[in-house]
């Protein structure tokens, strides 16, 4: 998370880290921009301790700067927050659009090192990085967990259907893999012969222990996909074995996502803001354990909704130039995930909140598409989120408008 700088707090050096993996170098400067210390240290405790009480010898008032906010630097944050030090933000794309004004064509670590030093130093919009609370990490850690095997199922999937493809494309085109009773039968059955020896009775039964639901429908489909191709393709034998592993790679995947669902609502339950986020509707354990993964749950780290919205990107941003003007666009920066929790969530309300879906309508009426409609409305629940966590009260929805008598 992110907080300002207060005015106050004026430091007299300024210590810019360029993160690498394994190792990595910091430049110290003073209000002049002089380099008071360059130096490459390893990615280890040890030798950052050692550069930590280096650079407070030179003064305590320092503000720390880095390129990147998390993976390697996260060692470096950790301790820098342990020993209550300012840690600056700034992207790698603006440090490396900065670094084309300074001197010199020429990339090195001790450059932009230095870079982020004197961006820390001039500029006044810089937030400083807020650590997260210890449920916000783990849901993020879960979250991040879940999306990237998400990701791999979907791409288990694809490979199936494609070897399936190879050999039995009837079977592969009737079935909906998504689903885990399709996949399932193909850890059995592969191709067209043998379907059609076992028949859609001995089928239904194999289904049916393994409790598929609908298991007489997928029997049926099966077997009328094998009668479609009498054909053996070359390489039926090897590609069906593949077609198994591939299959049980999927169940796999599948099991995972369903123990880190687990996980997730248990850490998402034990956060003070658990009952508030879920009450607004469309807002379930997954979109709301998203949110706080990545807002930390802490509202005052933002200070107003309009910051909140531009974070997520829901607040548009100027661009005109010359005689174009009312030219809005979404903004570069803005986190991602923030924004697909916050839109998904939306599209849900459609559904179940009869506020959500006036709101919808309106937008609708004034010309809007089904995409800026549903921002305009994901911008406006955020707004009301934010005032709900402020305030620690749950989603009460509007009393219905009674005619007078």
């Known amino acids: 998370m992110y907080d300002k700088l207060t005015e106050g707090n004026v430091p007299e050096i ?4 360029d993160i690498g993996k394994t190792h990595h170098h910091c430049v110290v400067i003073n209000t002049q921009g002089e380099r008071l210390l360059s130096r490459r240290v390893q990615n280890d405790e040890t030798e950052l301790l050692e550069l930590i009480a280096d650079v407070l010898a030179i003064s305590n008032e320092v503000l720390w700067a880095v390129d990147l906010n ?69 849901l993020r850690t879960l979250t991040t967990r879940r999306r990237d095997t998400v990701f791999d199922r979907t791409r288990q999937i694809n490979r199936l259907r494609a070897q399936l493809l ?94 880190l669902d687990a996980l997730i609502e248990d850490r ?51 661009r005109d130039s010359g005689r174009v003007s009312g030219n809005l666009r979404r903004p570069r920066r803005y986190h991602r995930g923030l924004l697909r929790s916050m839109y998904l969530s939306a599209m849900v309300s459609l559904r179940c909140c009869p506020a959500s879906k006036a709101f919808y309508d309106r937008k609708r009426g004034e010309g809007k598409g089904h995409k800026q409609a549903v921002l305009a409305l994901a911008r406006r629940r955020l707004n009301v989120l934010w005032a709900m966590i402020r305030d620690g009260e749950c989603y009460q929805g509007s009393p219905p408008v009674t005619a007078a008598a």
């Open 166 to 259: 190879e050999i039995f494309p009837a079977l592969e085109r009737a079935l909906e893999l998504t689903n885990q009773g399709p996949v399932l039968l193909l850890t059995g059955y592969q191709t067209p012969a043998a379907i059609r020896r076992a028949g859609a009775s001995r089928i239904e039964t194999w289904l049916k222990n393994r409790k598929v639901r609908g298991a007489a429908t997928l029997a049926k489909t099966a077997v009328e996909a094998a009668q479609a191709q009498q054909t053996a393709l070359p390489g039926e034998k090897l590609a069906a074995a593949m077609v198994v592993r591939l299959a049980k790679g999927v169940m796999a995947l599948d099991e995972e996502i369903a123990e």
């Open 70 to 138: 998390h993976g390697g630097a996260a060692l470096l944050i950790g301790l820098l927050v342990s020993h209550g030090q300012p840690v600056a933000y700034l992207t790698g794309l603006a440090v490396h659009r900065a670094s084309g004004t300074y001197r010199g064509e020429g990339k090195t670590d001790a450059k932009d090192a230095f870079v982020i030093a004197d961006q820390a130093r001039v500029r006044r919009d810089v937030g400083l990085l807020r650590p997260g609370d210890e449920i916000a990490v783990d």
């Open 14 to 17: 300024w210590a810019g880290v």
């Open 268 to 318: 998402f339950r034990e956060h003070p803001h658990a009952e508030v986020i879920r009450s607004l509707p469309g807002m379930g354990t997954k979109l709301g354990a998203e949110f706080i993964a990545t807002t930390g749950g802490d509202m005052d780290a933002f200070g107003s909704a309009d910051r909140l919205a531009g974070f997520a990107g829901l607040a548009p941003q100027p």
